[in-house]
């Protein structure tokens, strides 16, 4: 299944809202087109700094810098940034680079945890044995960078690792990537958030190999 530049540009938005309506986001810049040169990208304001998150730099200077330049799509409530970027030609997925960037400074919720500790939401926030790190689900169907097993079109990097690429079964839509997100950290067992999300249905076109599901890797619903 396809997904359109015009469906992904609405599908963000209406997950920027709900998760304000939701009190689970407090900074936002909606999506928006950029057409470069035959390719169409559903990107951000201050996309052009997304090139920071590559370079050998701490952590807490990469944060500070997307922070900085506004370089995300959603800024949640503890502060992790939230980047969605995707590249069409045409109406063919070309690549997506989906990012999770949690702040690495959590000291304003650890030295007042009397304003979030009735909140089961901030509950793990204001633990002292929590580390954050980013999390990016990449897709590119460039062939020449494809390498079986060891670079899939579609993976998941934890913590910047460069050798870490996880084989995922294909590309994410917004839904997929906000319900991961959700689900593994913002969910309480009292509330589901990502159970309230705007529901899509579809999925894109798998592009795992036999090979790499040989592996471990993570399969996405269809």
Do not use: W
């Not at 938005?13 to 936002?28: P, V």
């Not at 580390?131 to 579609?154: A, K």
């Not at 906000?178 to 593994?184: M, T, V």
């Not at 076109?205 to 592996?215: A, F, G, L, N, Y």
């Amino acid at each position: 299944m396809s997904f359109t530049p015009n469906q992904i540009v609405h599908s963000i938005t209406c997950l920027t809202s709900k998760c304000i309506e939701l009190s689970l986001c407090n900074g936002q810049n909606y999506p928006s087109f950029n057409h470069i040169g035959g390719f169409t990208e559903v990107s951000f304001p201050g996309k052009e700094h997304m090139s920071l998150a590559l370079r050998n730099t701490p952590y807490r200077e990469l944060y500070n810098s997307l922070l900085a330049e506004s370089a995300f799509n959603m800024r949640m409530v503890d502060g992790a940034l939230l980047q969605l970027s995707y590249r069409f030609r045409g109406e063919r997925l070309i690549s997506h680079r989906l990012a999770f960037f949690p702040s690495p400074d959590l000291t304003e919720f650890q030295n007042s945890p009397e304003v979030y500790e009735l909140e089961e939401l901030y509950a793990e926030i204001i633990l002292k044995n929590i580390v954050p790190f980013p999390i990016r689900f990449d897709f590119d169907s460039n062939q020449t960078v494809y390498d079986d097993v060891h670079h899939p079109y579609s993976h998941l990097t934890l913590g910047q690792y460069a050798n870490c690429r996880i084989p995922v079964s294909g590309p994410l839509t917004p839904s997929s990537f906000l319900d991961f997100i959700l689900r593994s950290f913002y969910n309480t067992s009292h509330r589901r958030y990502c159970e309230e999300l705007p529901l899509v249905r579809g999925a894109f076109d798998e592009t795992i190999s036999v090979r790499e599901q040989e592996v471990v890797h993570i399969r996405l619903p269809a």
